[in-house]
């Protein structure tokens, strides 16, 4: 069974591979689609239980799923992954554009908060509610079709943009590491923190201790570390990260630009 498709329990990220994404993609987004469509076309009177509740359980499924993608995505350093969360994005935004602009769920969204049942519903329940409608606003449910054409595609090249930036950050963090040569460098270091660092010297063919920012090594040294100046270099190599002080190849300076310029318009 693809693992990102069980949602029995926790997350079973170590057993999750490249080759699991798409088709889990594919099939969670036409089972929510052939919900939305069965949810618009049915006739009765919509009520909790069979319109906001399906559709709730139907869009956590695709959530909890593309969430785990997006996670290892993040924090792993796997090209033939990265490739396949870019790969289905677009698809992934389609989708939640589109249900943000479909007025035909907006509307059944309203006839819960206007009709009888909603006053018996619990404070959560109304507040979900409540949220739904306001995020169909916002999502351009009452706006003009050529306007929904504009603001889906602003939408599609904001993830787009935000995707490239955060593989520039985690490309940045990836390539950067400082080799320390001098134990008496390391002093406040706990020892196993600095075994952690001279084995990776050692993966790298270097002797000595190497540090990088990723978590597992900065966050220790910059926590134990007497050496002011070790702090200080590894500190601004952390927060210049995949800028224009940086090397430029990571530098999300303009994408930075890109991705605001759209959103005022938005």
Known sequence: MNPLLDFSGLPRFSEIRTEHVSPAAEQLLMENRALVASLLHDAATPSWDNFMQPLADANERLSRTWGQVGHLNAVMNAAALREAYNANLPKITQYYAELGQNLGLFNKVKAIRDGAEFAGL?????KIIGNELRDFRLGGAELPE????RFLAIQEEQSTLCSKFSDNLLDATNAYSWLVTDEAELSGIPADERQVAAEAAQEAGKSGWLFTLKAPSYLPLMQYADNRALRERMYRAYVTRASEL?????????????????????
């Open 246 to 266: 940086e090397k430029t190849e990571f530098d999300n300076t303009q994408l930075m630009a890109q991705i605001l310029k759209p959103r005022r318009s938005r």
């Open 146 to 149: 050529d306007k929904k054409a």
């Open 122 to 126: 619990s404070t959560a329940r109304q």
